[in-house]
Structures are given as structure tokens and as C-alpha cells.
């Protein structure tokens, strides 16, 4: 969400939204635990974007006396809706998300939590047990399937807690995993047992299929249906091979394959046909460095010998459905032993190593294989902190051995893209 403005209207934190003034239920549950403080990140980072924060609840101080705080809470109970015996809150703004319109009001698991936990902030600082009845209310949406009109997932054995939860859900990361931290302080001080099987299913969710959000960029925000990402593919000649025989080298590229399990999905791109460098297609190559044309339909690449690293051609996804596993299969031809390097672009623009496929004969074929999560959209550096701190809370309180491997692979995966 991207806003032109942000401060307090009525004492409660607002932004404008395409000339709409917006109360977001995770902003005000922020103030609800902060206080007037909630605002202070965007006076030093306004970069027009919602900031997506985590702070312990049980380690904040005691605001609940402060004017601000006061405001929050009582804005949550006043604009809490019910369905059944469960009280939500809306977003009062329409959004597009991945080429889908949601209509206005629509409901969020990442909301939902924040006010859970802000809630159960009030609880344990004025000791009320309206604040811990409120709260249970609030987690019950957690609980209720989406076709019941809830934010939760609930097919093929996973159970993932929905920030949007429309029609095609993407199983954002960061809801699911702010959801399961929200349930898991509200059974420990409820010490309710119907919490127990959601905790459990929705954790073994998380565990089963966290690895499809790591890739070279670090972690990934939600399962992508789409792509729209850049290869770069280096060409490398062997220096040695190179002096030894004394020919000028040459690499060339005759075609590039997108295979994946559907044939609707295969894709060719013949690099003599101009269309291939047609930006409105899903997958089409670009680069200077594509030269002119030789014998058999080849294309040669402009080679850089003495700095490969300067070679720029790009294979370029532009909203390309994703499968499980995509290969790309290059028919390439040189006169020198040589590799390819292929990297891919992150959320700043530069190139991160991928894949390099080595000791390529003088013609042939080469196969990269990926999987899907291997092209996913590259995220920003304030998501993938968000995503570590989360990651650091549910390892803490699950101690759990897996979160904290797959925690140390997405550090790592974001310290080397960056």
C-alpha cells in the first residue's frame, strides 16, 4: 500500500489513499501498543509505503494511561464488526493484487493478529477481562475457514492464515507467520485448549512448506502464480583454451527453450527472429550484446574477453505463469571450452549469482533447471528484515531446529544478494 500522506486524524494514525483518508486496523493496533511513538519510524523512513513492524508485546511499556493509546483501543472496539462469534475489521479501501480487484471492505489475517495481540497487550497491562474476551473473538476469525466468510485456508491438508484472502490466496509469508505468533500468546494466557489443533496444523504448515520461500534473494513473500524477473547469461571462455590455439573466440546462441510441465507454458525463442526481443511477450531476450547473425541461425554474442562480467544479454520473464519446475534449454555453439553464468536481478536492481552451467562442448545443448521459487519477484530490505525478526520469534517460542536452519539460509541468501 502506497499513501501520500500519513499523521493523526482524531488522534488516530491515518493516511491518504487515492484521495481517501484511511484508518489501516495494523496501524492502529500499532498505536494501541506504542502510542503517539507509532508514527516515529515514518518522520525518519516516509518512503510512501506502509512499514511492517514486530515488537514482543509482553516487553513494551505500559501506555494504556497515554491519550494516544487510549484512542486506538477504543477505535478498535468501536469498529470491530461480528460474524458469529467473531469480531473483525475492515480495510475500507479497494486494492488490485496480482491483476484481481478486491472490493472494498475486505478482511486480513495480518490484521486480525495485530489487533490480537494488541488486545491482549491491554489485558495483561489493565488486567481486564474485556481485553482477553475481545481477544478470543478476534482469534475465532483465525479459525474460520474463508467460504465461511474467514481468513483461513484450510485445503489439501494446509492450513495458511490469509492477508488476502480472495479468490486465488497467494499464502503471504508474513501474515501466516504473525497469525501463528498472535495464537500461540493468546493460548498462554487464555490457556484455552481450542487453540491447540490450529497452532498445531497451521505450524506444521509452515514447516512443510517454508523451503518454497527461499531462493538466492534471500525469502520470498508470498507463491507466486506469476513471474516477472531478469536472467543475465554470461558467456565465459576458458582463457587458457583460448591461448593455446589461437583462434579468436566466439560464442553464439541459436535458441533458448522455457519447458515446464504444461504445454501451454512452453515457450521458443529463436534469437534470429526478431520477435524475440518483442517486450510485450511473456519471455523475450534484450541485451547490447547480442550481435549479428552467422551461418545455421546462430546469433553471436558480443564477448568481452577480458571482463565477461560486462556481457549483457538478459533473458526476460514479463508475467510468465509459473510451474513447479521450468527448464531452460540454450542450443548454443562456440569454439572454445567455455560456462554460463546465470544471474538474476534483485529488489535494487543489481545481479545475484544463480546457477552456472560448466564445460560446455563446442555445440550442443546446455539444460538449467530451476524451480519455481527460483524466479520468484525479488523483495525489498525491509520485508526480508521483517521476515528474519518473525522468523527469530516463532524459532523462539516453538524452539523450533527447522525454522532456525531455514532462519540462517534466507540471512545468508540476503547477506550475499546485497
Not at 488486545?119 to 482469534?139: D, F, H, S, V
Not at 520469534?393 to 531455514?406: A, G, M, P, R, S
Amino acid at each position: 500500500m502506497s499513501f501520500t500522506y500519513i499523521g493523526f486524524i482524531d488522534g488516530v494514525i491515518t493516511f491518504e489513499y487515492n484521495g481517501q483518508y484511511i484508518q489501516n486496523p495494523f496501524e492502529v493496533s500499532l498505536q494501541a501498543m506504542l502510542g503517539e511513538k507509532v508514527n516515529s519510524v515514518y518522520e525518519n523512513e516516509n518512503n510512501g509505503n506502509l512499514i511492517p513492524r514486530y515488537y514482543r508485546f509482553e516487553e513494551l511499556e505500559d501506555v494504556t494511561k497515554e491519550e494516544y493509546a487510549l484512542k486506538a483501543i477504543n477505535w478498535l472496539k468501536c469498529n470491530a464488526k461480528e460474524l458469529g462469534d467473531c469480531i473483525y475489521w475492515e480495510y475500507n479501501y479497494d486494492i488490485i493484487y496480482n491483476n484481481e480487484h478486491i472490493k472494498s471492505p475486505w478482511k486480513s489475517a495480518y490484521a486480525q493478529s495485530y489487533a490480537v495481540m494488541a488486545l491482549l497487550y491491554w489485558y495483561i497491562n489493565t488486567n481486564e477481562n474485556e481485553y482477553l474476551n475481545l481477544a478470543q473473538k478476534a482469534a475465532n476469525l483465525l479459525s474460520l475457514d474463508l467460504e465461511s466468510g474467514g481468513v483461513l485456508y484450510n485445503k489439501n491438508n494446509l492450513y495458511w492464515f490469509e492477508e488476502i484472502p480472495n479468490k486465488y490466496p497467494t499464502h503471504i509469508l508474513n501474515a501466516h507467520m504473525v497469525s501463528l505468533i498472535a495464537l500461540f500468546f493468546l493460548k498462554k494466557y487464555s490457556n484455552i485448549e481450542v487453540y491447540d489443533n490450529i497452532i498445531k496444523s497451521a505450524h506444521s504448515s509452515l514447516l512443510n512448506n517454508i523451503y518454497k520461500y527461499h531462493n538466492v534473494l534471500g525469502s520470498a513473500y508470498e507463491i507466486y502464480s506469476s513471474t516477472s524477473v531478469i536472467l543475465k547469461i554470461q558467456p565465459f571462455i576458458k582463457m587458457n583454451f583460448f591461448r593455446i590455439n589461437k583462434e579468436k573466440p566466439y560464442f553464439s546462441i541459436k535458441n533458448i527453450e522455457i519447458i515446464s510441465g504444461k504445454k501451454d507454458k512452453y515457450r521458443k525463442i529463436d534469437t534470429i527472429d526478431m520477435n524475440a526481443f518483442d517486450t510485450g511477450r511473456d519471455i523475450y531476450i534484450s541485451g547490447i550484446d547480442w550481435g549479428d547473425l552467422i551461418s545455421e541461425n546462430y546469433r553471436k554474442i558480443n564477448l568481452n574477453l577480458n571482463n565477461p562480467e560486462l556481457t549483457n544479454i538478459y533473458l526476460c520473464f514479463n508475467g510468465y505463469t509459473l510451474e513447479e519446475k521450468i527448464d531452460i534449454k540454450i542450443e548454443y555453439k562456440t569454439n572454445m571450452k567455455s560456462k554460463l553464468k546465470f544471474s538474476i536481478n534483485n529488489s535494487t536492481g543489481e545481479y545475484v549469482h544463480l546457477r552456472e552451467l560448466r564445460d560446455l562442448n563446442m555445440s550442443g545443448n546446455c539444460l538449467l533447471s530451476l524451480n519455481e521459487y527460483d524466479l520468484y519477484a525479488p523483495l525489498s530490505s525491509i520485508y526480508q528484515e521483517y521476515h528474519i525478526v518473525l522468523l527469530k520469534e516463532i524459532e523462539k517460542i516453538f524452539k523450533c531446529n527447522k525454522i532456525k536452519k531455514f532462519r540462517k539460509k534466507i540471512e545468508k541468501s540476503y547477506k550475499n544478494s546485497n
